[in-house]
């Protein structure tokens, strides 16, 4: 059975978020997902997310293509939640494209496309017009 990775914020859950889970799945048969904590994402964008980590992992967790969450507390770590999750694959969205590369010897590296045209930054924008 090989056993897929990725790791993100997924914060207001959209349509490119859904995607890359759904092809992380097809690139094996159980995907898990590490959720940014709230103080990595503080530290990563300087911003709050909207969803709180309890709420974007329970959305996370409710999708069909994907087996079990957990919460990423620091991007230093990767080695180790590959290894305690006992990952095959570590998928990535190719904004990180080569930045994982040193992993490799642990576990295959694949970055995939991002869907075009849609972020949560730009959704927050968005929204922020209805003010
Ligand atoms: N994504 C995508 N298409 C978009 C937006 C996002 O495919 N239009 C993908 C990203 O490439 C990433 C995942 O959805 O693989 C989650 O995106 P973010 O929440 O923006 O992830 P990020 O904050 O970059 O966290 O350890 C790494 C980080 O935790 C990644």
Redo the contacts with the bound molecule.
């Keep these: 059975m090989k056993r897929v990775i990725?790791?993100?914020?997924?914060?207001v859950l959209?349509v490119?978020?859904i995607?890359?889970?759904e092809r992380a799945k097809q690139l094996g048969h159980h995907l898990t997902v590490?959720i940014?904590s709230d103080a990595?994402?503080f530290s990563?964008?300087q911003r709050n997310p909207v969803y709180p980590e309890k709420d974007r992992s329970e959305l996370i967790a409710s999708l069909k293509f994907v087996d079990a969450v957990f919460i990423?507390e620091s991007?230093e770590l990767?080695a180790e939640y590959i290894k305690e999750h006992a990952a095959d694959i570590l998928?990535?969205?190719?904004?990180?494209e080569g930045k994982f590369d040193f992993l490799s010897p642990l576990c295959e590296v694949t970055y995939?496309?991002?869907?075009?045209?849609?972020?949560?930054t730009q959704l927050i924008a968005e929204i922020r017009k209805y003010e």
Excluded: C, P
């Design positions: 990725t790791f993100g914020t997924f914060d959209h490119g978020h995607r890359i889970l590490g940014s990595l994402n990563k964008k990423e991007l990767k998928v990535m969205g190719d904004d990180w995939l496309k991002r869907t075009e045209g849609i972020s949560t």
